[in-house]
T-cell receptor, first 115, second 113 residues
């Protein structure tokens, strides 16, 4: 069965510092991995994805994520955090070997960036 | 371009009533998904449509829930005999096909009193 774990309910960083939001996954086939961000009272916005190729993927708003197959991880990173990055972040996985598009989401991590 | 739209944005209904939630996907997207977001359960997959293929209904929590997609575009999620535990935000998403990233609508907040 597919699953996603985001071990931290909340991450606090100071503006200008690097940030990392952790995600590990379990899937039987090839993983398709995604990060989404949700601002208050808004829908989910797509940030970036890993399907195949380079393990380091770059996405919107200066975010990037590194796929690590041996550790089954897909951590979200940004070199310099902004106060406006404060939001709820979701990691999601799809089994690339299946013919269904359904995503399995982690529980979400609240990112708080303080000035 | 236009994103995924959902209506209504908010719905308050009495326990036992039926409700219909609507989703308009991005034009040209062949795949459409419904998810539910609630405090206790996080984001749960409900149902997925891809073109003319049979939908993946594996996430529907009970037979009170059903969905259809007419003409390969607009979708309606129907909840019959609503219960308080159905209160949640219902999110619709669409994608170019099931291998691509999904784009989400703003959601419908359903409150069952």
């Amino acid at each position: 069965a597919q699953s996603v774990a985001q071990p931290e309910d909340q991450v606090n960083v100071a503006e200008g510092n690097p940030l990392t939001v952790k995600c590990t996954y379990s899937v039987s086939g090839n993983p398709y991995l995604f990060w989404y961000v949700q601002y208050p009272n808004r829908g989910l916005q797509f940030l970036l994805k890993y399907i195949t190729g380079d393990n380091l993927v770059k996405g919107s708003y200066g975010f990037e994520a590194e796929f690590n197959k041996s550790q089954t991880s897909f951590h979200l990173k940004k070199p310099s955090a902004l106060v406006s990055d404060s939001a709820l972040y979701f990691c999601a996985v799809r089994d690339g070997s299946s013919n269904t598009g359904k995503l399995i989401f982690g529980q979400g991590t609240t990112l708080q960036v303080k000035p | 371009g236009a994103g995924v739209s959902q209506s209504p944005s908010n719905k308050v209904t009495e326990k036992g009533k039926d409700v219909e939630l609507r989703c308009d996907p991005i034009s040209g997207h062949t795949a459409l998904y419904w998810y539910r977001q609630s405090l206790g359960q996080g984001l749960e997959f409900l149902i997925y449509f891809q073109g003319n293929s049979a939908p993946d209904k594996s996430g529907l929590p009970s037979d009170r829930f059903s969905a259809e997609r007419t003409g390969g575009s607009v979708s309606t999620l129907t909840i019959q005999r609503t219960q308080q535990e159905d209160s949640a935000v219902y999110l619709c998403a669409s994608s170019r096909s099931f291998t691509y990233e999904q784009y989400f609508g703003p959601g419908t907040r359903l409150t069952v009193t």
